[in-house]
């Protein structure tokens, strides 16, 4: 299966005669480009890596060290490639053997050997961008196809540099037979990327649009017309830098608050105190300081109070050594937690080993409590007590082994799916089904395989594949997406819909249903964008992001424009599916408990009308989730659903149960309450990383799997009961 795999990926690729490379637009030294004008450079001004100070030294050491007026030529546009805002790829900044040349495409390289093989070159103290120690090329590669061999890109599906700046060959058309989905143009601008599109959970026809400079918009929910200015951070917009992460309160409504990823490139990174390397993400920790970081992301919790936005709390500090891989998106999950994404650090090929690392944030996925205050030690948060690595230095940690994890998503009828986008190095772009406690593998893996520069040194038994992946002849970087729960299109209900920064936008869907296994091939998978304005081919640019509000309409956030998937008929297609309208809770929908009951013949009906009856509520708010017969026991995962605004809260009726299971267990008139351990390893709870394999029901608790002395565990959005021990959170 593997190898037919492969070889399908390998005729798709060979099917697409573009020479692509693997992520977006960043310089050589892993910033983004910038408007500058280049008086030598000059195949570079305007958007450029290069300072005026930066060009003036090219042309000072170029015209010192080649006297040769053909050389002379080529080696001017080679040294001015560190330049192009693809500089990064050009010159395989992020491979495992990065040049100050560089790689040259075939045909350019054959017309520079035969223009400077013999040319004499005199390059001044450590300027010199080759890695000869002769006067000329020839002396050390006397031929064409040595000199070619050793400055050629990585694959041909790497950037390489054609004597001319580097130009991303357009996007193909989708596959014939591919499914047109609708778009309408919600608003445009001509400022900074637009990365992110919150709902606040108020049902007041706004959304909160957040960009990469640092701006924060009230739009219009239905016509994307702009209402005013939120709030503005001092974010550090640079490359893959900037107000990367927004999300609001699942209560904003009442309490005002709103959450920021942003990337600070003030001096405030001279000022991140640490305890040691760890604490610096893998970078110098020295006199309780952290030494030479390139910025720091921080996270904030902010609060509107009395049409005034306050910082009310800064949470946390994640240090950067480099400038990429910043991650960086927010959400809550529908256990009441805010999830956090955080790239790998940066560079290539992860240097500081971060994403493997325990006792580091980068290259993870961390989860905290902001609601309650039993904060961690020296801390200014919480962490829900079933995080699975609570020995960490980090304990907020949730998930590792991932690169750069932008965009992720639960899904609002199986909050179990939890699915996060990570942009790839080498060959694959990923999507993952994160668990908690989950290692996804980089850098020793990337997608389904090894990487090229640590997988066949390091296996990771516990490696957990994504569920899907893509080659780089699908396109550069993958963007999470959402299962598309909205009503304007029913066939696309169900459907993951995803991106990739080139443009691309794609679907996956799983099958068999509660598998957890998504289909995805990309000559049957790739949407064929129609806008309303008519029913011709639209394109949307680069794509920044996607983004989804509380109907479940889902927003394709590209180059200056964003859109909405809108009902096909706008775009004179026909869907005749139906699909329920969705509404995403703005509160925590439930609170989930354990109880091992004594006998087996426990039927769902006798629970429910147990549990009601103790706790005076109706039927309807209890669920059965799952029962497993063991050892003569029935072990029951359940739910108590959220009520009206003016009913008992469900974390307060667990509360409550816990006591009655506590003091007067009879009075559920069950069989018997037995308090006896529990191996709760043998439930198959999908949100484990231990049982994926075995999961399959997609309604499964999220919380994972403890080991209690008692015969009841409760799991809550804001607290734990354990019998016996009586532990609140």
Request: charged letters at 20%; a negative charge; glycine letters at 8%.
């Amino acid at each position: 299966l593997n190898k037919m795999r492969t070889l399908l990926l390998f005729l798709l690729s060979a099917s697409i005669l573009i020479a692509l490379v693997h992520s977006h637009p960043i310089c050589f030294d892993l910033a983004g480009a910038i408007s500058q004008s280049n008086a030598y450079c000059t195949d570079y001004n305007g958007l450029s890596c290069c300072t005026p100070s930066q060009d003036a030294d090219i042309k000072a050491a170029v015209q010192s060290a080649v006297k040769d007026a053909t050389c002379l030529s080529f080696i001017t546009k080679t040294s001015c490639a560190i330049c192009d805002p693809w500089g990064a790829h050009l010159f395989g900044v992020e491979d495992e053997n990065p040049s100050h040349f560089p790689q040259l495409c075939p045909d350019y390289c054959t017309s520079f050997y035969q223009a400077c093989a013999n040319a004499v070159m005199t390059w001044p103290q450590g300027k010199n961008p080759f890695d000869i120690q002769t006067s000329t090329i020839a002396a050390t590669y006397s031929t064409r196809a040595s000199f070619c061999e050793r400055y050629k890109p990585l694959t041909n599906l790497t950037a390489c540099y054609s004597g001319k700046k580097y130009e991303l060959p357009p996007t193909p058309p989708p596959p014939a037979g591919s499914d047109t989905i609708c778009l309408e143009r919600l608003t445009e601008w001509d400022t900074s990327n637009l990365l992110k599109l919150a709902d606040p959970h108020d049902e007041s026809g706004r959304l909160f649009a957040a960009f990469q400079n640092g701006t924060i918009n009230i739009l219009d929910q239905d016509t994307g017309a702009f209402i005013s200015r939120l709030f503005t951070v001092p974010a550090h917009e640079n490359g893959e830098a900037g107000l990367l992460g927004f999300e609001c309160h699942p209560k904003f409504k009442t309490n005002g608050k709103f959450y920021l990823f942003w990337s600070d490139g003030s001096d405030y990174r001279t000022k991140i105190s640490c305890n040691d390397t760890d604490w610096c993400s893998g970078g110098t920790c020295q006199g309780g300081l952290c030494r030479n970081l390139n910025l720091v992301n921080v996270v904030q919790e902010y609060q509107i109070q009395e049409d005034t936005v306050i910082l009310a709390r800064h949470l946390m500090d994640i240090p950067k050594l480099y400038s990429n891989h910043n991650g960086g998106d927010l959400t809550f999950g529908p256990d009441g937690y805010l999830y956090i994404a955080v790239g790998d650090g940066g560079s290539g090929n992860d240097p500081q080993y971060n994403s493997q690392n325990l006792n580091r944030r980068s290259g993870k996925i961390l989860r905290i409590d902001v609601d309650s205050t039993s904060f961690v030690s020296g801390r200014n948060y919480a962490v829900p007590l079933d995080n699975p690595f609570p020995n960490s230095k980090f304990p907020e940690i949730f998930a590792l082994g991932l690169r750069n994890p932008w965009r992720m998503s639960f899904d609002y009828l199986n909050p179990s799916y939890f699915i996060v986008g990570d942009v790839g190095q080498d060959n694959f772009e990923e999507v993952n089904l994160v668990v908690r406690g989950g290692n996804y593998g980089w850098p020793d893996y990337e997608g389904f395989g090894r990487t090229r520069t640590r997988g066949n040194n390091v296996d990771i038994p516990n490696k957990i594949d994504p569920i899907l992946d893509y080659t780089h002849s699908g396109g550069l970087s993958s963007i999470g997406g959402f299962i598309y729960r909205g009503s304007k299109d029913a066939c696309q209900f169900g459907n993951y819909v995803f991106a990739d920064w080139t443009g691309r936008l794609y679907k996956s869907f799983e099958f068999p249903a509660k598998s957890g296994k998504f289909v995805f091939d990309y000559s049957v998978s790739t949407y064929n964008a129609k806008c309303v304005s008519g029913t011709n081919q639209c394109s949307v640019g680069n794509i920044q992001s996607l983004s989804q509000d509380d109907r479940g309409d889902v927003y394709i956030l590209a180059s200056g424009d964003a859109y909405r998937i809108a009902r096909p008929s706008r775009c004179g297609s026909v869907c005749n599916a139906q699909a329920p309208i969705i509404t995403r809770p703005t509160t925590v929908p439930e609170s989930r408990g354990i109880i091992t009951i004594k006998g087996t013949n426990i039927t769902n009906q006798a629970v429910i009308q147990a549990f009601a009856d103790s706790l005076n509520v109706t039927a309807s708010r209890i669920r059965i989730n799952r029962m497993n017969v063991k050892n003569g026991n029935t072990v029951i995962s359940f739910s108590i659903l959220e009520g009206s605004e003016s009913s008992t809260r469900s974390a307060d009726l667990l509360n409550e149960l816990n006591q009655i299971v506590e003091n007067d267990p009879e009075s559920l008139k069950l069989i018997a309450i037995d308090f006896d351990v529990v191996n709760l390893n043998a439930l198959p709870f999908h949100s484990d990383s231990s049982s994926l394999s075995s999961a399959s029901s997609p309604n499964s608790p999220s919380a994972a799997q403890f080991k209690a002395n008692a015969g009841v565990r409760i799991i809550t959005s804001t607290f734990l009961v354990l019998v016996a021990s009586m532990w609140v959170l």
